[in-house]
């Protein structure tokens, strides 16, 4: 009987049960006075035990202010006032652990009266992790805007640094016995320069680059690469290599990957200005995605780790938390463009790897790069051959397919000056017209990859139906859009704008050479 009764207890009061077992914390308010709580509110709060909640104010759960910078006691009471108006009342707010952290939840307040008293049935979600994914989906919705905006701009902007820059060129040949005029084109050709970086590491961060992948050992470039870093970190900051004891394999562009540790380096200078150490370290590690952020998951696997750390100044959450965006810069005015770590996230996500920071004012930084191991061997280490100089031609003729005038121009007067036969399209269907009735001449394409009416690659494509297989040299101002037609073709030798004659001219002959 007496198991019945309990039973039926239990029954005539299920809603304890619900209070008791539910995952969300849930609190009971009279007055200033917490009159009870779940077990959930107790884990919750970190509390050792229900009782050190109930004898706890509810004010001392609250930071002193709430994110939106109000009071938490003025606002609190603001936020019951409407509970008690409208009945319920549902809002986000700040609290505070037994151990101090601070912590996102939405609350849920409802009012019960009863009889003479009024009370609070309060309900607690934990929403940190929510919270958390909302910041990265915004973060990686600006990113991708940001990305898309650089690679629309970046045609455009490279062709017109081609023209800077190769009309600096011949400028400089024509001068070159008259150094006042000669320092003044080399300043233009720095400023050129200059743009033409800041736009590389543009397109770094929107993930707008072509790669040219290899097979590299992250300790064997870790130590080409030392000596550059010890000449740009200085005397007075310490490098220490920290290798792993085995091959660290990787599959990525080598160009990037050392522009890397450039960034990395030249940040961890700077957070040192009065000298350190710098630690590189490198190491294999199986990860599973619990593991790893779930902002830029990666499937389980074994990863290269990659970790450069400095004992510089560190930075505040806010900045840490800011510090992979474009033109974030805590630098002064003209010390940085605040792409450095920018372009670093941008080529380890179009690496297929996942870059992350640690650091707290006066502890100094971290940053963590996984990419993943590859199974494919790396190569051995071959002495370069080194061809003998010369770009000059024989009266050989180059068909130059460009519609922008500025670039064609250029590109014309550089190769005629160098000997070249020269004959040029303004779009792809007048390119195939020229090359139909000058197919026997012509020993060379030179064409963009975008192009108005058939692109460069449908040129080629459309050449070789023709049953014509001529030699390309394709020219490029970014696009993954465009470049990607170019996996359709074999043997692609791609000239990267913005380029300088010289360049050119060399990179021609060597595709006549071929």
């Known amino acids: 009987m007496g198991t019945r009764r309990s039973s039926d207890a239990r029954d005539l009061d299920p809603y304890r049960e619900l209070f008791e077992r539910s995952a969300d ?18 884990r919750m709060l970190r509390y050792a035990c229900k009782e050190e909640v109930l004898q706890t104010h509810p004010s001392e759960l609250s930071p002193p202010l709430q994110p939106d910078g109000r009071d938490s006691f003025e606002k609190a009471n603001e936020m019951i006032a409407v509970a008690f108006e409208r009945g319920s009342h549902r809002f986000e707010w700040d609290h ?9 939840v939405e609350v ?3 009012a019960v009266q009863e009889r003479d008293r009024r009370v609070l049935h309060v309900v607690w979600r934990d929403i940190t992790e929510r919270k958390l ?18 690679g629309g701009i970046a045609h455009d902007f490279n062709n017109l640094l081609v023209a800077v820059l190769g009309h600096s060129d011949l400028l400089a040949e024509l001068v070159q016995d008259r150094p006042e005029e000669c320092e003044h084109v080399r300043e233009i050709r720095r400023a050129g320069e200059r743009a033409a970086d800041l736009v590389h590491q543009l397109l770094a961060f929107g993930r707008k680059q072509q790669l040219l992948p290899a097979v590299l050992d992250l300790n064997q470039l870790t130590l080409e690469t030392q000596r550059l870093l010890e000449r740009l970190i200085g005397e007075d ?12 394999p990787i599959k990525a562009d080598r160009g990037q990957i050392e522009q890397v540790f450039l960034n990395l380096a030249a940040n961890a200078r700077d957070a040192m200005p009065s000298g350190g150490t710098l630690t590189i370290e490198t190491r294999r590690e199986r990860l599973t995605r619990a593991a790893i952020d779930h902002e830029q998951s990666l499937p389980d696997g074994e990863y290269a780790v990659l970790c450069v750390s400095d004992t510089g100044t560190g930075m505040d959450p806010e900045t840490a938390r800011r510090a992979f965006e474009p033109f974030f810069t805590t630098k002064a005015v003209g010390k940085g463009s605040g792409l450095g770590l920018a372009t670093v996230y941008g080529i380890i996500r179009q690496s297929g790897g996942r870059v992350s920071l640690h650091s707290a004012p006066g502890q100094g930084t971290e940053v963590e790069i996984l990419l993943p191991l590859t199974l494919e061997a790396i190569p051995e280490l071959v002495t370069p051959v080194v061809l003998p100089d010369g770009d000059h031609g024989g009266g050989e003729t180059v068909l130059v397919a460009e519609d922008d005038e500025a670039v064609a121009s250029l590109v014309v007067r550089a190769l005629v ?20 009735r000058h197919g026997d001449e012509i020993e060379l394409l030179v064409t963009d990859v975008i192009i108005p009416i058939m692109g460069g690659p449908q040129l080629v494509s459309s050449l070789r139906e023709l049953g014509l297989e001529p030699r390309v040299l394709f020219m490029s101002g970014y696009t993954n859009e465009g470049l990607s037609q170019l996996h359709e073709l074999d043997q692609v030798d791609i000239l990267q704008k913005p380029f300088d004659v010289h360049e050119l001219a060399r990179r021609v002959r060597n595709a006549l050479d071929r």
């Open 133 to 150: 994914l909302e910041d990265q989906l915004r973060q990686a919705q600006k990113m991708e805007a940001i990305g898309k905006l650089t």
């Open 237 to 248: 900051v310490t490098l220490v290599p920290k290798l792993a004891g085995e091959p660290v």
């Open 96 to 104: 505070r652990r037994a151990d101090g952290e601070v912590f996102p």
């Open 108 to 110: 849920l307040l409802t």
């Open 417 to 436: 000056g160098r000997g070249y036969r020269v004959l040029v399209a303004m779009d792809g269907r007048e390119a195939l017209s020229l090359y139909r």
């Open 25 to 42: 914390a849930i609190l009971i308010i009279e007055g200033e006075t917490f009159i009870d709580c779940n077990d959930a509110t107790v």
